[in-house]
């Protein structure tokens, strides 16, 4: 499973980087409008800390607008990954613009029927919105397994981007059905390493080791 970042703070994204945790990097208008920074320099800065995949959305409306607009942060970095959404003008960008090469993540997917089209549409990602279901109380992780189960019903080479992912659970419930990659924001990676048992144990091997003595230094 590979493991992305789902953010624009590029702080954050080094921390991580540096602990070799990330495989690539999710952005979208509403994390940059966050980071309060120029996409195009922000988005460059995130390529040059990242050697994986770095998805940048466009944000035209009309085919032609979002294939320009592909082709224009294509243009930032070559593992730039074009994000266009999942509506029939997405999936005439996606289709020109892996066409041309340029990999493509179709995001705001929020059904199987949607992914096929995806997958139909040459798309190298789908991403699934598994917090935003469960938000209305629909069932996101059920999501992924239809996806995962039809992918490989037909060998669909579009990789499943688990995204809008809001807990620890989500992370490994995803790796757990066979999701590709998996993006999550800064702070669930982090989450990650918490258990109340290694604590305590740590605490504890401290302590007898302290009552040796002994010293390793
Ligand atoms: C994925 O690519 C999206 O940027 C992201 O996961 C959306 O997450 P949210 O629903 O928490 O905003």
């Not at 040059?48 to 466009?58: F, R, T």
């Not at 959404?85 to 949607?114: D, I, K, Y």
């Not at 800064?186 to 990650?192: G, T």
Request: hydrophobic letters at 50%.
């Amino acid at each position: 499973m590979k493991f992305f970042v789902d953010t624009a703070d590029t702080d954050a994204i080094r921390d991580l980087a540096a602990l070799g945790m990330v495989d690539g990097v999710t952005t979208n208008p509403s994390l940059i409008a966050k980071a309060g920074r120029d996409i195009l320099e922000v988005t460059r800065e995130i390529c040059s800390i990242v050697e994986g995949p770095v998805s940048a959305e466009v944000v035209a409306l009309d085919p032609e607008g979002m294939i320009a607009q592909g082709r224009k942060l294509a243009g930032l970095a070559p593992n730039i990954a074009v994000k266009v959404p999942l509506t029939w003008a997405g999936l005439t960008a996606c289709r020109v613009l892996s066409g041309e090469g340029h990999m493509v993540n179709v995001t705001l997917c929020f059904s199987a029927a949607q992914a096929i089209l995806a997958a139909k549409a040459g798309a190298t990602f789908v991403s699934p919105f598994i917090g935003r279901l469960d938000d209305i109380n629909l069932d996101g992780m059920a999501l992924i397994q239809d996806i995962r189960e039809i992918y490989d019903n037909y060998d669909f080479k579009t990789q499943i981007l688990a995204a809008s992912v809001r807990s620890v659970n989500h992370v490994t419930e995803a790796a757990r059905i066979g999701a590709d990659v998996v993006t999550a924001p800064p702070k669930v990676i982090r989450d990650m390493v918490a258990h109340p048992l290694t604590d305590k144990g740590l605490a504890q091997f401290m302590a007898d080791w302290k009552a040796t003595g002994q010293s390793l230094d």
